[in-house]
Nanobody, 125 residues
Framework: QVRLAESGGGSVQAGGSLRLSCVVS????????MAWFRQAPGKEREGVAAIRTTGGSTWYSDPAKGRFTIAQDNSKYRMYLQMNNLQPEDTAMYYCAAGPCGDSDLLRSYQYNSWGQGTRVTVSS
C-alpha cells in the first residue's frame, strides 16, 4: 500500500511563492508517474503538473506553465512543486498523486490510484 503525505501549503499574497512537498511511503512499486492536482471550492479537480519517475519527463497544465516546476527525488521518493508568481485563482487544495500511468495524458486523474490528503494554498490579492 502506498501512502502519500503533502506539506508546504499556506497563505501568501499575489506574486508570492510556495514549495509543496510530497513524501511517498509504504510499498511504492508500480509507480510510473506522480502528479499534483488541485481543487478549488465549487470546481472539479484538475491536473497541475506531472512527472514520470523514470526519465523525469514533465507535463504542465496551461495555467501552470512558466510559473510552476515539478521535480522529484527518487532516492527518497519525494516530489516537489515550486510555485512562483501565485495568483488568487491558484487558491485551492493541492493533492499529491501516484500511479502506474500509461502513455496518454498524465494530467488526468484516472492515471493515479494513490492520493494524499491535500494541503491548502490560499493566495490573497
Amino acid at each position: 500500500q502506498v501512502r502519500l503525505a503533502e506539506s508546504g501549503g499556506g497563505s501568501v499574497q499575489a506574486g508570492g511563492s510556495l514549495r509543496l512537498s510530497c513524501v511517498v511511503s509504504g510499498s511504492p512499486y508500480n509507480i510510473n508517474c506522480m502528479a499534483w492536482f488541485r481543487q478549488a471550492p465549487g470546481k472539479e479537480r484538475e491536473g497541475v503538473a506531472a512527472i514520470r519517475t523514470t526519465g523525469g519527463s514533465t507535463w504542465y497544465s496551461d495555467p501552470a506553465k512558466g510559473r510552476f516546476t515539478i521535480a522529484q527525488d527518487n532516492s527518497k521518493y519525494r516530489m516537489y512543486l515550486q510555485m512562483n508568481n501565485l495568483q488568487p485563482e491558484d487558491t485551492a487544495m493541492y493533492y499529491c498523486a501516484a500511479g502506474p500511468c500509461g502513455d496518454s495524458d498524465l494530467l488526468r486523474s484516472y492515471q493515479y490510484n494513490s492520493w494524499g490528503q491535500g494541503t491548502r494554498v490560499t493566495v490573497s490579492s
